[in-house]
Every structure is written in structure tokens, then in C-alpha cells.
């Protein structure tokens, strides 16, 4: 098998004795082959394209034609194919003009054994001569693909000299630097850059040349035909000379101006957002008003970059008085210098730009000092002194309370974004104002009672703890003797202004090294450090309340007399914290009530209580499996829709002998013991059987949440507890949580851990009774929770006193402003639940909608579910 196919062999012949010699000679080629053969013009050039011969092979001389034709129309229509003559005679002369027309070879016919190799070198030939022609051709078309790509390339591509004369530039470069490339032919590459980085060049072309090396994204900024500056990114190799000596260089500069603008001004703007927040964090850091100033500038200077940061802000008459500073002291003395001065205002009315934003309520921005105007000339040949270049100045509040001023070296371009993003943080500063002015105030009310203004009881708390490291301590709980009945009877308006009274003629019986707190309604609390026995602290106290009673109080024009009637204990002896010695002392006053004495101090005949108490502990560990719990459900109701949507779960005990148990009896009992983990669990079980069922019969949104207590969140198997009853709900959970605040902020990490935890099991937090406990804010904008439960001694006061209607107000306007739900508890009036839905509360609880009562009931009531029918 040969795979190449036979070769086709064309012969110009009229006779075919000769043709048949020919083609005996051509069986020693070796090969097979076929042939066609003509002898007139016209079959020749049909046998061309039809038969598409490899070799020809012609007479020369034939009757009616002629070799010299039959090479011409092959030339002609098959110039590739290689055309040999076979010829009787030949003079030499004519086989020299044959070859030159282009004939390969000749061979005599008396010769013919020459033939086969005369065929192989002819195709041979034939074979190279194609070859040339088709790397030509590609050669011509490489080229002329290069030329174009270097044509119309946006980028500058271009050959020098050592010396950066141009010897070869595309086009790009018009668009680039405005030069048509032959202008920049033999001219100096160097003398369109700008000066320093011209003697750059300068400086390091010759170091490159000499070290035979290129160069590779090197930024060079040059100058525009009109005068603009573009700034190009070069790459370049050495073009070399025969000997390898760098004759200069070939390369492509890219015009990235554009890019770099870009990229410098997301740069800024990062920089704007990363003081912004920075910023948050800040304001929840800050304690009071002129901290937050300091950290505002600080952060304007450290994050945003700025020179400095200027806080101003109206002062005893002065337009506007320095109040925070952070950057260059050059800057800030100035500023501070500023104010009463003659640079405030030129005679022209101009202002410097601080005190016009403050006085327009609008941005005023200083791209360029330097040619800046509407500015009294002092300050702006001041301020350059100092280093400024650009300003910004942004009044803060609306209206304008201050104004925030940012100090930049170099002049800026301050656009649209950065606007915007610089507009943001200036409100946020006023929220954040606004915000420490209110927590200020709820920090106040954490550690001061409401009423009397007196330290509350967790003042009380720390303080005594620091009075017993130092010694004995007595600790005193005081009553108002009769207190509910002088309420009840003139208003809780004369109660209050009692109550204040008391509380002052409180403060200035105590002496100087006693604490007074005010614990809550007519409870007082009084220590001090104690020298003598209890015998002797006793007598103490006694004097002081005999000492009150001395003189009535006048209230609202009308004598009254009050009394106080207390209990005593003595710390360490009857207890090693505050905690415990407010108890027992409370132990003891109520033992004194019963035996009728003014004050009574706690007696280890007293201990008798805590025996009964494990009496009652002992009862409550059984209850659970005694099945002694029941849950109470009490309605609340969504202020929007005026429905039912939701009910709280409360516990209830009934003891076989004692009947139903209030839980704030037992449920201090449970937290001391432990027992509360699985008490709560079996209230998380109950409830979310009972609200499945409700859901079962058409309530589908309706939820239940169940109060969690302190020792419950603390413990580790809670959430994993929790995960199993109420995973698989999440999307449309049941339960929610309620919490006392007070437990979550002593351990703020690992409440926000379990917080978040129950939210993703779908759970809504709430946080209970709040404004009791350490209600700090900053702690609370940290925490994820759904919702607050006003405490229902505000809400009872509501419409009564105006105290407790403007904390309310202040704590719905607060718990909107981070988002958060706000419920009120205890609502038992129509008064109350008016007022809470114009201070726009969003849920109401309490007698008034229903009390709490057990399942069936609670159905039948508000779901209009009656299992008996
Ligand atoms: P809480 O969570 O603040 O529950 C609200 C209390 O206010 C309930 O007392 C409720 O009966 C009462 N209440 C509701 N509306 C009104 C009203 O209009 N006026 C008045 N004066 N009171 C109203 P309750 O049921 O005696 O529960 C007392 C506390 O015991 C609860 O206070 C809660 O802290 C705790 N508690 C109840 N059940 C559970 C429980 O399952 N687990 C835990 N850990 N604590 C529970
Ligand atoms: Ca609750
Ligand atoms: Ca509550």
C-alpha cells in the first residue's frame, strides 16, 4: 500500500511512439503515476483544470503548436506546477530562453534515462518554491496584523535612542498627549515630562543602559499639549546592536490618570467610611458630651486623614468657641485663638467659612486656599501659615447647634459622595448628642430614684459593699408607716411630694458618714459604718426616727404627720453583702410590724424564717413531679390591629396545703436552688404544646413567650435545651423570651452569645421590667433584642406623675430609636392604655385587657376556642 497517490503527469505530445518512450522512461521514477496526454492548446487547458497535473511535460516542436505556447499557458493558469521539456532537439540557445521563461529543465529524447531524476527535481523545485511563497505570504500578513495592533492600540507604542529621541511613535500618543507622532519624531522623549521626573529619566537611563536591563511599569507624569499632566505607566526593552550594546529602547507607556483619580477617590471615600464607623463605635464608647467631642476629631484626624478636627460651638456670645480640637497644633491653637477676634468678620461682612455654615446652616467647603475668597483675609493668611490648604466646614444639627470643622493639608476636591458621606457623620453626631443627653439622663435614673432624686438601691448596694471592706456596717430599712393609706387617700401626686420630703428631712438627719438611698415607693434605706453592738446601733436609729417624727410635714397646704417604722441588721454578723443585709433587715421589720415596735433588728430567733424556708424549698422539689405547676396565660395586645396576638406565660403553684402560690414567693426560692433550670424548661415545654394547639385551631401567627430567669440563661445546657424543643420552628416560631435586664449586663458578652442564639431559633427577646434594674443604655444598644417591657410601676404613674409620664416617654422615643418594640405592662386603666397609644406603645398588657388565667379559659376568652363544645 503506498499512501501517496499516483503522479499525474501531463504530457504536450504528437506522437505517440514518443510519448510511449517517455513513459517506459518514467517507470524507473519509482513511484506510480498516471498521465493525460494533449497536443493542442485547447485540450491543454482543459487537461489543466481537469486533471490537475503535478509535472508537464512538453515537446517542443509539434505541428500546430508550439512547446514555447504550452509553456506560456501553463505559466499562466498553473504557475506552481513545474514545467519540463522533452525534445528531440534543442539548440542551446533556446534552452536558455526556455529556462528563463520559466521552463525547470529540458531532457533530449535520445537521453530519456536522465528523465526521472529530471521529473524528482523539478517537483522538488516546485515543492520549495511553494513553500516560499506561502511563508511570504504569512510573513506579509504577520506584518501587516502587528502594524495594525501598533496602529490601533490605545496605548503608546514607540522606539528611541539611548537619548530618548523618538524614533518610532503610533498614533495613541495624539489621543495621550495631543502630538501627532510625526511631530515627535527626533524630538526628546524627556522634554515633555515634567521636570522631576525628567532628571529621574535622566538619572536612571544610563544605569538601565549599562546594565543591558528594561524597565517595567514605571510611572513618569507628562505634560499635555495643553498643559494638562497625564501620568503613564512605561514598559520597555533595550534594543541592542550586532554587537549587544543597547542602542535604546522599544516600549508601551499606558495612560492611567483616569485610573489613578478613580482609585484615589475610593481611597477617600474608604477613608470617609471608616471614620464613620469608627464613628459608631464612639458614640457608644462615650460617656458624656465632651468625651464624644474629643473622639470625634481624633477620629476625623486618625481615620478620615484630616490635618485636624475642629469642634465649635456657640459660646457667652462668641459665634462660635472651640469646644473640641484634635491634629496639627498649629491648627488648633489658631481655631481656639479665633472667635472674638477681628477674623471673624472682615469689613466686607465676609466670614470665615465656620462661623458661615453655622450661620447659613449649610456646607461650606475651601478646595484651595490659596486662591480662596468670601473669607476675611487675616485668617486665610493665617490658616495657610498653619498649613492649611482646604477646609471643610459642616454645621451639625438642624438648626445648627455646632459646627465640624476637617483640616486638609493639601487642596482637595470634595464631590458629591464624600459629601454625602461627611453629611452622614455630621447627623450622626447629632444623634449622638442627642442620644447621651437621654442616656445621661437613664444613667441618672439607674442609680437615683425617680421620685426623691435619692441614690436607689443599687447605689446603695455598691456603696455598702465599699463600707463593709472597711468594717462593721449597720443596714437599715425604713418604711413609711401607713404610707398605701396616705396615698390611696390623697393621690399619688401628694404621695410623691411626701415622699420627697421625706426623703430630705432624710438627708439631713443622717450623719455626713451615712449612706440614704431610696429603695423603691416608701422604703428608705439608711448605713453607716457601726462601733458598737447591735444593742447600740439600735438605740442609734432609734433616736434618728424619733428625731423625724418630731416636726409634721407641710404638703400641698396641709399639715400631715408621718412616721417611719424599720428593721435592723448588722453586717458582718447577720450577713457578708448588702444583698443579705437588706433582707434580713427587711425580715426583721416585718417581724416588728407583726409584734407592733417601731424598729426591730434582726435576732438569730429570726433564723427561724430561713428553716422555714427550707421548708418551703423542700416542697418545691417535689412540686414538679407532683405535676403542681400549672401556666397562667395573660393576653397582650398589639396597639395597631387591636388584637390579641400574643399571651405571656406565668407560672402558678399549687400546694396541696396552701393552695395557689404567688410566684414571687417560690421563684426566688428556684433561682437560689438551681431548681428554676428545670422548672423553666417544663414552662417552655407546657407553653409550646399549648400554643401549638392554638395554632392547630386557626391561630397560626399567634406566639407565647415565656419568662427566662438570670440562672437559667447561665446555664450551659439552656440553650441546647431550648435548640431541641424549638428547632424545626424557626420560620415560624412560637415562643419568645422575656429577660430582666439586669442579669444580662453583668455579663454583657455571654448574654449577647446567648441572645443571638435564641433569635436564631426565631425567638423575639424582650427585656422585662425595664427601667429597674441598670438600665444603661450602651449596653442595651449592644444587645440583640426584639423589644422593651415598660415596668409597671412607671406605667401605674403614669397619668399622675409628670416624672414618670416623661421617663415613659423618653424610654418609647428611646427603644424607637434603636428599633425596639415597646410593651407596657400592667395597664389596668382606660386613662393609661389612651395615653401609652398616643406615645405610640406598641403593645399593651395588664388587667385592664385580662388577667392572667389558665388555658381553657384563656381560649374560650380570646381565641373564641371552646374545648367543651
Ligand atoms: P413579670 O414577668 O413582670 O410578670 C408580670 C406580673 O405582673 C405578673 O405577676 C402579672 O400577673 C402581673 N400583672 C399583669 N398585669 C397586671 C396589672 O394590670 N396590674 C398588676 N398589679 N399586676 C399585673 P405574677 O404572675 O405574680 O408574676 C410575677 C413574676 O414572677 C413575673 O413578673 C416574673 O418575673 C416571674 N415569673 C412568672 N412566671 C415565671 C416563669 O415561668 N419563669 C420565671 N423565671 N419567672 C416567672
Ligand atoms: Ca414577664
Ligand atoms: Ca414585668
Not at 426560692?669 to 423553666?680: D, K, N, Q, R, S
Request: charged share 25%.
Amino acid at each position: 500500500m503506498n499512501a501517496c497517490p499516483p503522479l499525474k503527469v501531463l504530457m504536450v505530445e504528437d506522437s505517440p511512439a514518443d510519448a510511449e518512450m517517455v513513459l517506459r522512461a518514467l517507470r524507473d521514477l519509482g513511484r506510480e503515476f498516471e498521465h493525460v496526454r494533449v497536443a493542442s492548446e485547447s485540450r491543454l487547458r482543459d487537461a489543466l483544470s481537469d486533471f490537475a497535473p503535478d509535472v508537464v511535460l512538453s515537446d517542443f516542436s509539434m505541428p500546430g503548436f508550439s512547446g514555447q505556447e504550452a509553456l506560456e499557458v501553463v505559466r499562466v493558469m498553473a504557475p506552481h506546477v513545474p514545467f519540463v521539456y522533452v525534445s528531440g532537439t534543442i539548440g542551446e540557445e533556446l534552452a536558455i530562453l526556455a529556462l528563463q521563461r520559466g521552463a525547470i529543465d529540458y531532457v533530449l529524447k535520445d537521453n530519456l534515462r536522465r528523465l526521472p531524476s529530471a521529473v524528482e527535481r523539478a517537483l522538488g523545485i516546485a515543492r520549495d518554491r511553494c513553500e516560499r511563497q506561502h511563508i511570504e505570504q504569512a510573513l506579509r500578513e504577520s506584518e501587516e496584523r502587528f502594524r495594525s495592533i501598533v496602529e490601533n492600540s490605545k496605548d503608546w507604542i514607540w522606539e528611541n535612542e539611548r537619548d530618548t529621541r523618538t524614533t518610532y511613535s503610533n498614533s495613541a500618543i495624539a489621543r495621550i498627549l495631543g502630538y501627532r507622532p510625526e511631530e515627535l519624531i527626533d524630538t526628546l522623549a524627556v522634554e515633555h515630562m515634567l521636570e522631576e521626573d525628567r532628571d529621574e529619566v535622566r538619572r536612571r537611563i544610563p544605569e538601565l543602559v549599562a546594565a543591558r536591563q528594561g524597565w517595567s511599569r514605571w510611572r513618569l507624569r507628562w505634560r499635555h499639549r495643553n498643559g494638562g499632566i497625564r501620568v503613564l505607566e512605561s514598559t520597555a526593552v533595550p534594543r541592542m546592536d550586532a554587537n549587544g550594546e543597547v542602542i535604546g529602547y522599544r516600549g508601551v507607556d499606558q495612560d492611567v490618570t483616569d485610573r489613578l483619580h478613580h482609585e484615589a477617590r475610593i481611597r477617600h471615600l474608604a477613608r470617609i467610611h471608616a471614620v464613620l464607623s469608627a464613628l459608631g463605635n464612639t458614640i457608644l464608647r462615650a460617656q458624656n458630651r465632651a468625651e464624644l467631642m474629643d473622639h470625634v476629631c481624633k477620629v476625623a484626624v486618625d481615620q478620615g486623614g484630616f490635618k485636624a478636627a475642629c469642634v465649635g460651638e456657640p459660646r457667652d456670645g462668641q459665634p462660635l468657641a472651640l469646644v473640641a480640637g484634635y491634629g496639627d497644633p498649629r491648627v488648633v491653637e489658631l481655631i481656639s485663638t479665633l472667635g472674638e477676634g477681628a477674623a471673624d468678620c472682615g469689613d466686607d461682612g465676609a466670614m470665615r467659612p465656620g462661623v458661615r455654615a453655622f450661620c447659613e446652616g449649610r456646607n461650606v467647603i475651601v478646595r484651595d486656599f490659596s486662591c480662596a475668597q468670601g473669607m476675611p483675609e487675616g485668617f486665610r493668611r493665617a490658616a495657610m501659615e498653619a498649613g492649611v490648604a482646604a477646609q471643610v466646614a459642616l454645621p451639625i444639627g438642624n438648626p445648627a447647634w455646632g459646627v465640624l470643622g476637617l483640616y486638609s493639608g493639601s487642596v482637595q476636591e470634595f464631590d458629591e459622595d464624600e459629601l454625602a458621606l461627611l453629611q452622614r457623620m455630621t447627623d450622626e453626631i447629632d444623634y449622638a448628642v442627642d442620644f447621651l443627653a437621654k442616656s445621661e439622663r437613664l444613667a441618672y435614673l439607674a442609680y437615683h430614684n425617680p421620685v426623691t432624686g435619692l441614690p436607689n438601691r443599687s447605689a446603695f448596694r455598691e456603696q455598702v459593699a465599699s463600707l463593709l471592706e472597711e468594717g462593721r456596717v449597720a443596714v437599715a430599712v425604713l418604711d413609711v408607716t401607713r404610707f398605701a393609706y396616705i396615698n390611696e387617700s390623697r393621690g399619688r401626686g401628694f404621695g410623691d411630694a411626701l415622699l420627697r420630703e421625706i426623703g430630705a428631712r432624710l438627708r439631713w438627719l443622717v450623719e455626713p458618714d451615712g449612706v440614704l438611698a431610696h429603695a423603691e415607693a416608701d422604703s428608705f434605706l439608711v448605713a453607716y459604718p457601726a462601733n458598737g453592738g447591735i444593742q447600740a446601733e439600735q438605740d442609734r436609729v432609734d433616736a434618728l426616727l424619733e428625731r423625724f417624727q418630731h416636726v409634721g410635714f407641710i404638703i400641698e397646704d396641709e399639715q400631715i404627720h408621718a412616721e417611719l417604722h424599720g428593721g435592723l441588721a448588722l453586717g458582718p454578723d447577720h450577713g457578708r453583702d448588702a444583698e443579705v443585709l437588706e433582707r434580713n433587715a427587711m425580715l426583721a421589720l416585718a417581724e416588728g410590724g407583726k409584734r407592733g415596735v417601731r424598729l426591730h433588728a434582726f435576732t438569730e430567733e429570726l433564723q427561724g424564717r430561713v428553716a422555714r424556708r427550707m421548708e418551703l424549698e423542700r416542697d418545691l422539689r417535689r412540686a414538679l413531679d407532683a405535676q403542681e405547676f400549672e401556666l397562667y396565660y395573660q393576653p397582650k395586645l398589639d396597639c395597631k390591629t387591636h388584637r390579641v396576638v400574643a399571651a405571656e406565660a406565668l407560672l402558678r403553684w399549687r400546694h396541696p396545703r396552701a393552695g395557689l402560690v404567688s410566684p414571687a414567693e417560690f421563684i426566688p426560692v428556684l433561682e437560689e436552688t438551681g431548681m428554676i433550670v428545670a422548672v423553666g424548661h417544663w414552662v417552655m415545654r407546657t407553653a409550646l404544646e399549648t400554643v401549638k394547639r392554638w395554632r392547630g385551631a386557626g391561630h397560626d401567627d399567634f406566639r407565647v413567650c415565656v419568662n427566662v430567669s438570670p440562672r437559667e440563661l447561665r446555664n450551659p445546657r439552656f440553650l441546647d435545651d431550648c435548640r431541641e424543643l424549638l428547632q424545626g420552628h424557626a420560620a415560624a416560631q412560637m415562643i419568645d423570651i422575656e429577660l430582666t435586664e439586669s442579669l444580662l449586663m453583668d455579663d454583657i458578652q455571654h448574654s449577647v452569645q446567648s441572645l443571638e442564639a435564641l433569635r436564631q431559633l426565631g425567638c423575639e427577646i424582650a427585656i422585662d421590667d425595664f427601667g429597674t434594674g441598670y438600665s444603661s443604655l450602651n449596653y442595651l444598644a449592644r444587645l440583640p433584642v426584639d423589644m422593651l417591657k415598660i415596668d409597671q410601676s412607671f406605667v401605674a404613674l403614669i397619668t399622675e406623675s409628670p416624672q414618670s409620664l416623661g421617663l415613659v416617654t423618653n424610654i418609647i422615643n428611646l427603644a424607637h430609636s434603636l428599633s425596639l418594640a415597646v410593651v407596657a405592662e400592667g395597664v389596668e386603666t382606660e386613662e393609661q392604655a389612651k395615653l401609652l397609644r398616643l406615645l405610640r406603645c406598641d403593645v399593651l398588657q395588664g388587667y385592664l385587657i385580662g388577667r392572667p388565667m389558665p388555658e381553657e379559659p384563656f381560649a374560650r376568652q380570646f381565641l373564641g376556642i371552646d374545648a367543651t363544645a
